[in-house]
């Protein structure tokens, strides 16, 4: 006694004759980064570092108290604290997005 697979399914046994369905995901479980509160946040401190940094001077005789290498290494800061920040939004979602095709 031998059957024969009408729909030609060769090794694709799931016991009924329903067609077999896959669901795929559509997107994340996090927003891109650039689509964030916080991106915009790190975008108006780092203008206002840098800005700063520009309008402190050394005018009437004082020194340069802000100068450009502090203010950069406050970007550098800024930006570490922001890749953190996203690091911990991403490792709090429960599944990675994978598309495999």
Known sequence: MSTVNPA????LNTGTDA???HTRRLSTETKAAFKTSEFFAYLAAVVAVLIASMVVGDDDGHADYFRADK???YVVVLSVGYMISRGLAKSGSRDPYDESR
């Open 8 to 11: 030609g399914n060769a090794g």
């Open 19 to 21: 067609p077999v369905h």
């Open 71 to 73: 203010a950069w290494l």
